[in-house]
């Protein structure tokens, strides 16, 4: 059975009663059987715990004094949690209706399955509609085993793919309690990526983790501050940093050769550089794996290629990838676009 815990933070009331009906709303909800509101405020009130159910047990706990985002916080949640599987949800995140559905099937696969996570999706506030799966490119690179829709994954795979883009969206973790408190001394004071990067590796210790890439739980909505903070700051690319040499060693401990690993991952996948590049790029990722090393630039210059290719060729793939990049592309977008705001509006 399930615990769910709740991480409130300052001034998310409207956010807090969204992600607690997700919740509450679950297709398995017989599968839950305690809801914990752990709010970490600088405030000293306590907010006022939204009354949306009576048939299930929801705890509000208001810690004394703040505690900044470290092993610390979500170490002082555990305590309070009864069952022997914990779920987490971020109060700026909600579930879709399957999540915990998907991810007690997931944890009843394998005996030695320890936890589960679900695919995570951005989602629109102006329109409300859905986009693809923000790591689906990292889950597919890093794959090497899968059974329909859920996705095994070997120590390797996780450090390849999560050198790329976090695999895993901490608002999805399903796992076991006494796993959880072994492996989240690995949370640093204030870095947000070692919950999504960090934290699966240190589990992927104690036993399989698997991910269902049907979408889970999904970023309903983040402060613009926060989104900025994190994805386009220096701060947020210090993070990003930070946790890519934490996984760069533990590469090393592992004795897994990163260059061999990810040519062979290309190789097999049909993936080039300039793939890798166009899709996993946003926070200086590949960049930072060719500066190590891992990556290695083509020696071929085009010209060369060239010669051994014909002109027309390369003319016609060129404006093919135009067409598709500038023309089909933001056409599909926008009926998926107006397809979904019409099914949200009905």
Known sequence: MISVIIHHS?????????????????????????????????SSKKSKSPKVCKSLKIKHIKL?????????????????????YVAYLADDDMWDKNHIE?????????????AAF???????????????????????????????????FRPEDMIVG????PLFHFSTLV??????????????????????????????????????????????????????RIFGSGEGNKWWEATTTQIIDLAKIENLNLRVAFAERMRSKKINLSDLERECNSMGQVNRLIKEGILV??????????????????VKKFIDYRIDRKIIRPIEQLVKKVRNYFKNAA
């Not at 998907?102 to 320890?114: D, F, G, I, P, T």
Request: with cysteine.
């Open 297 to 314: 630039k083509p020696k071929t210059s085009l010209a060369t290629y060239n010669i051994n290719h014909p002109k027309k060729s390369l």
């Open 64 to 84: 004394n004094y703040y505690i900044p985002p470290s092993y610390r916080l979500t170490l002082a949640g555990l305590r309070h949690v009864k069952e022997k």
């Open 175 to 228: 796992g076991e309690k006494v796993i959880i408190r072994k492996s989240i001394n690995c949370i640093r004071n204030g870095n947000p990526f070692d919950t999504d990067r960090i934290i699966p590796l240190e589990i992927m210790k104690y036993g399989l983790v698997i991910k269902d890439n049907r979408f889970g739980a999904f970023i309903r909505r983040h402060d613009k501050q926060e989104s900025a």
């Open 118 to 152: 679900s695919s995570s999706i951005p989602f629109q506030s102006n329109g409300r509609y859905w986009i693809k799966p923000e790591e689906s490119f990292a889950v597919h690179f890093a794959s090497e085993n899968r059974f329909g829709h859920k996705y095994y």
């Open 162 to 165: 999560s050198l790329l883009h």
């Open 10 to 42: 300052q001034n998310r009331k409207a956010f807090l009663e969204e992600a607690l009906h997700s919740v509450i709303n679950q297709s398995h909800r017989k599968y839950i059987k305690e809801i914990i509101i752990f709010e970490n405020t600088k």
């Open 102 to 114: 998907r991810s007690v099937e997931s944890l009843s696969l394998n005996k030695n399955v320890v």
